[in-house]
């Protein structure tokens, strides 16, 4: 079974605004990690948070980890067309070494 | 830097064929990763690989499936017999994969499409 939930499953916006996906999980996780995934380039790392810390930041991305309530949201700012994609959360378990379980995905559109 | 090369890109098949999809890691790359991807959902991991050695393959369907790592560079993974459920992407991924519980990011390769008719 899937270890991640994104949330909203689909999400569209207009260019210039900020998206904002969420990730539940079930288990103790070592980091989460967020890709995304379109037709033109495949499926793509993005940040990877760990389990110690609270808020990253990689230039218009924000991710926040909140372990107590096994959650993470992926904030885009300024949102441009091409980043019309799916976005998935992977989680990294304690007991899992490396693997990686990915949720189902939120498929965002950015409309000119 | 060369990417994770897959090749065919694209397949079909009848069930109860066999086919083999072939994947060639970033260089140096340690662990490789096959994943399944059905449309519609995220990717899930068939088999993993740290050098030529199985990691992980506690979800690979074993009567079907198989996969290699012969040398600890490139990999190929077999279906036999296909069935209509194997319709979907199947994706190769490396990392640098230093130690058991690395967080390295994995880089994925483009996909072999595979549809079963």
């Known amino acids: 079974s899937q270890q991640g939930e994104e949330d909203p499953q689909a999400l569209s916006i207009q260019e210039g605004e900020n998206a904002t996906m969420n990730c539940s999980y079930k288990t103790s996780i070592n980091n989460l990690q967020w890709y995304r995934q379109n037709s033109g380039r495949g499926l793509v790392h993005l940040i990877l948070i760990r389990s110690n810390e609270r808020e990253k930041h990689s230039g218009r991305l924000r991710v926040t980890l909140d372990t107590s309530k096994k959650s993470s949201s992926l904030l885009i700012t300024a949102s441009r067309a091409a980043d019309t994609a799916s976005y998935f959360c992977?989680?990294?378990?304690?007991?899992?070494?490396?693997?990686?379980?990915f949720g189902e995905g939120t498929q965002l559109t950015v409309n000119p | 830097e060369a990417g994770v090369a897959q090749s065919p890109r694209y397949k079909i098949i009848e069930k109860r064929q066999s086919v083999a999809f072939w994947c060639n890691p970033i260089s140096g790359h340690a662990t490789l990763y096959w994943y399944q991807q059905i449309l519609g959902q995220g990717p899930k991991l068939l088999i993993q690989f740290q050098n030529n050695g199985v990691v992980d393959d506690s979800q690979l369907p074993k009567d079907r499936f198989s996969a290699e790592r012969l040398k600890g560079v490139d990999s190929t993974l077999k279906i036999q017999p296909a069935k209509l459920e194997d319709s979907a992407v199947y994706l190769c991924?490396?990392?640098?994969?230093?130690?058991?519980?690395?967080?390295?990011?994995?880089?994925f390769g483009p996909g072999t499409r595979l549809t079963v008719l």
């Open positions: 992977a989680t990294g378990g304690e007991t899992s070494g490396s693997r990686l379980t």
């Open positions: 991924a490396s990392s640098l994969g230093r130690g058991w519980s690395s967080y390295n990011e994995q880089f």
